[in-house]
């Protein structure tokens, strides 16, 4: 009889096969797959959950917080500013962004024990007066129109079906001119309709994706949404992305995946494919800096 943990794995997968139920579902497909994975995640890269870009001989967390600040520097965050973090996951972005800025973050994530995390994690660090942390969806944000003085998405908005949507609510909860910055997976715009089958699908289906953008469909959407764009490129532009995919084959090499546990298993198969996505050139990541036009 199969355990819990490799029923719940089986269950997710069988649902996920399905990119109309990705799509259908997301909510719940979103739920299941970091209740999956975020113990696992939690063990292997702490509180910050995003691929980072390089300069030299960083570790993991100092290129993680040095991308994260310079997403911050990008937005022009401060102090007094008021930011909305999309997708917060448990938290780590939010305090390197507040303690950086000086601003005060809201965090907002789908997933309630990430939620729960995140301000568990804040009380740790002193962070509770700067951050807040609440549950909620990027296609529906429950803040009044010009609420925020700015905003930021760090590899979330990969999750939503609609991502226009999700745009099109950033810019409604953001003041007149405020920043809107991203970082985010993206499909090549190079990629052909086979890389797509042979590449994005795998990615999409083991993290529970319902597609992925292409940097000139971003554009389209920042554009539609009533962004002006001031900056929008592929993150190697920012700095090494490669250190990445190593940091992958040295999680994926760990030992022989018929011994793992379910959830460890799918998780180095999806890191299997984000690699070979991303040494054929049909995943990415993009970096948008974008601001509020009305």
Same mark, same amino acid.
């Given at each position: 009889?199969?355990?819990?943990?490799?029923?719940?794995?089986?269950?997710?997968?069988?649902?996920?096969?399905?990119?109309?139920?990705?799509?259908?579902?997301?909510?719940?497909?979103?739920?299941?797959?970091?209740?999956?994975?975020?113990?696992?995640?939690?063990?292997?890269?702490?509180?910050?959950?995003? $691929?980072?870009?390089?300069?030299?001989?960083?570790?993991?967390?100092?290129?993680?917080?040095?991308?994260?600040? +310079? +997403?911050?520097?990008?937005?022009?965050?401060?102090?007094?500013?008021?930011?909305?973090?999309?997708?917060?996951?448990?938290?780590?972005?939010?305090?390197?962004?507040?303690?950086?800025?000086?601003?005060? &973050?809201?965090? /907002?994530?789908?997933?309630?024990?990430?939620?729960?995390?995140?301000?568990?994690?804040?009380?740790?660090?002193?962070?509770?007066?700067?951050?807040?942390? !609440?549950?909620?969806?990027?296609?529906?944000?429950?803040?009044?129109?010009?609420?925020?003085?700015?905003?930021?998405?760090? !590899?979330? %908005?990969?999750?939503?079906?609609? @991502?226009?949507?999700?745009?099109?609510?950033?810019?409604? &909860?953001?003041?007149?001119?405020?920043?809107?910055?991203?970082?985010?997976? *993206?499909?090549?715009?190079?990629? #052909?309709?086979?890389? *797509?089958?042979?590449?994005?699908?795998?990615?999409?289906? /083991?993290?529970?994706?319902?597609?992925?953008?292409?940097?000139?469909?971003?554009?389209?959407?920042?554009?539609? #949404?009533?962004?002006? *764009?001031?900056? %929008?490129?592929?993150?190697?532009?920012?700095?090494? /992305?490669?250190?990445?995919?190593?940091? +992958?084959?040295?999680?994926?090499?760990?030992?022989?995946? !018929?011994?793992?546990?379910?959830? /460890? @298993? +799918? %998780?180095?198969?999806?890191?299997?494919?984000? &690699?070979?996505?991303?040494?054929?050139?049909? $995943?990415?990541?993009?970096?948008?800096?974008?601001?509020?036009?009305?």
């Amino acid at each position: 009889m199969k355990s819990n943990a490799s029923k719940r794995v089986a269950d997710f997968e069988r649902h996920v096969a399905d990119p109309t139920a990705r799509q259908r579902d997301h909510e719940q497909v979103v739920n299941e797959y970091y209740e999956l994975v975020n113990e696992t995640c939690q063990s292997f890269w702490g509180t910050t959950h995003h $691929f980072s870009v390089y300069t030299g001989e960083e570790s993991l967390a100092e290129a993680a917080e040095n991308t994260e600040r +310079l +997403l911050v520097d990008r937005g022009g965050f401060g102090p007094g500013m008021r930011l909305l973090d999309i997708g917060c996951g448990v938290g780590g972005p939010a305090f390197t962004v507040a303690r950086h800025s000086g601003a005060h &973050v809201t965090g /907002l994530d789908m997933v309630p024990s990430r939620v729960e995390t995140a301000r568990t994690g804040a009380a740790e660090r002193e962070l509770t007066p700067m951050t807040s942390f !609440e549950v909620g969806d990027a296609l529906k944000l429950h803040y009044p129109q010009n609420h925020f003085d700015g905003a930021y998405s760090i !590899e979330a %908005l990969c999750h939503v079906p609609d @991502k226009r949507q999700a745009h099109r609510e950033a810019a409604r &909860v953001l003041r007149p001119g405020a920043p809107w910055v991203g970082y985010d997976w *993206i499909l090549r715009d190079t990629a #052909s309709a086979a890389d *797509i089958e042979r590449f994005a699908e795998p990615i999409c289906r /083991l993290h529970g994706l319902s597609h992925l953008s292409t940097l000139g469909q971003v554009r389209e959407d920042l554009e539609a #949404s009533g962004f002006t *764009i001031e900056e %929008l490129c592929e993150a190697s532009e920012l700095g090494d /992305l490669e250190q990445n995919w190593i940091q +992958l084959d040295q999680f994926t090499n760990a030992g022989p995946q !018929e011994q793992l546990p379910a959830r /460890l @298993k +799918l %998780l180095v198969r999806g890191a299997e494919a984000l &690699v070979a996505g991303a040494r054929a050139h049909v $995943f990415g990541i993009a970096f948008w800096l974008a601001r509020t036009s009305r």
